[in-house]
């Protein structure tokens, strides 16, 4: 059985599918290839309802951080490639030190209050 999740963000899909790769493992650490690719969403709200739609799917969140400048959601395609789904907070809000160097620290996002955002947000139209 071949299996394909398929998650609508915006107006835009992206499928993944193990069609040509079922049965075979990832590349051995240490080779060239693929670490991730990542999505970039244009504010919070919108990187809330995407992860709402991948929860939905029963798509396995790896991994959520809050690296301070952004905020990220990790997952896995069928054939184990990282997927990163994030939004960059407004420059202004980036956390620096008194002397004005940016500080970037990942420390684990809260998902819960990621998805509460979407009911504080305005409903599209």
Do not use: C
């Not at 420390?107 to 409903?123: T, V």
């Amino acid at each position: 059985m071949v299996q394909n999740k398929t998650i609508s963000l915006y107006h835009h899909h992206i499928g993944l599918n193990t069609w040509f790769s079922k049965g075979s493992s990832p590349a051995p650490g240490g080779h060239t290839g693929l670490f991730h690719a990542a999505f970039l969403y244009p504010d919070r709200t919108a990187l809330a309802r995407a992860v709402a739609q991948v929860m939905a799917a029963d798509v396995r969140i790896e991994g959520a951080s809050d690296h301070g400048v952004s905020e990220a959601v990790y997952l896995s395609d069928p054939d184990g490639n990282g997927i990163e789904l994030y939004h960059d907070r407004a420059p202004g809000d980036w956390p620096r030190q008194t002397d004005d160097t940016l500080t970037m620290t990942p420390k684990a996002l809260d998902l819960q209050d990621l998805l509460a955002g979407i009911e504080r947000s305005p409903a599209e139209t």
